[in-house]
């Protein structure tokens, strides 16, 4: 179900897949880098909504100011914050008094995910293809709620080194995995992408168990 959300005076161009039955929660999907192509239509951010809702979460999917039909322009990640959080409030209304979880892929999790560390009704958080060499993801180290990280082995924005150093350091909630030979857009690889999703949110289902 397409539909637009309010953020402040701007409007976002969204999308709502819902799962059969009662959701067990809503996630919230930021997409990639918006100068760069990035849309709410992008592969990974599409299929790992599809991913939520077989996992029996209400899944959002959104367009950052400036892209598509979304009003506004980028602003540098700044008020794409702003956003994110514009998105949760609007699940929050949906979905009144159901856990939330936010998932970012690439520029999208550097936003997203320092929306959901700093937002007491996010219970959950997905990134994907964390570009470690270009942005600053310290944050993380302190996020101690349920956490998936899936990160390409060549990654071409994600060195070695900066991934190591930033799992050792993660919290014992966090679950790491590594895609041999997948790169940052994670060509042949979307469908590991999608059940690693899957099954990381049907642990936090409270039907099976709670989040």
């Known amino acids: 179900m397409y539909l637009t959300i309010p953020a402040g005076s701007l409007e976002l161009e969204s999308h709502l897949r819902e799962p059969?039955?009662?959701?067990?929660?809503?996630l919230v999907l930021c997409h990639p880098h918006p100068l760069y192509g990035g849309t709410m239509d992008s592969r990974v951010v599409y299929r790992s909504g599809k991913a939520a809702a077989r996992a029996g979460f209400a899944a959002l999917r959104f367009n950052f100011r400036g892209v598509g039909r979304s009003t506004g322009r980028y602003d540098e990640g700044l008020g794409e914050k702003e956003d994110v959080a514009a998105a949760l409030g609007w699940m929050e209304a949906k979905y009144p008094g159901k856990p939330l979880a936010v998932f970012g892929y690439s520029f999208g999790a550097w936003?997203?995910?320092?929306?959901?560390?700093?937002d007491p009704r996010v219970r959950a958080m997905i990134g994907i293809g964390l570009p470690l060499d270009?942005?600053?993801?310290?944050?993380l180290v302190d996020y101690s709620n349920p956490s998936l990280y899936i990160f390409g082995t060549r990654d071409e924005f994600c060195s070695p080194m900066n991934l190591e150093n930033l799992i050792?350091?993660?919290s014992f909630a966090s679950k790491i995995h590594?895609?041999?030979g997948a790169?940052?857009?994670f060509?042949?690889?979307?469908?590991e992408v999608e059940n690693l999703i899957e099954q990381f949110l049907k642990g936090l289902n409270p039907s099976q168990t709670l989040l």
């Open 168 to 170: 050792r350091r993660l």
């Open 178 to 180: 590594r895609l041999q």
């Open 20 to 26: 059969e039955g009662e959701p067990a929660g809503g």
């Open 111 to 118: 936003v997203g995910l320092q929306v959901g560390c700093r």
């Open 187 to 191: 060509s042949e690889h979307v469908e």
């Open 134 to 139: 270009m942005y600053n993801f310290e944050y």
């Open 183 to 185: 790169d940052h857009f």
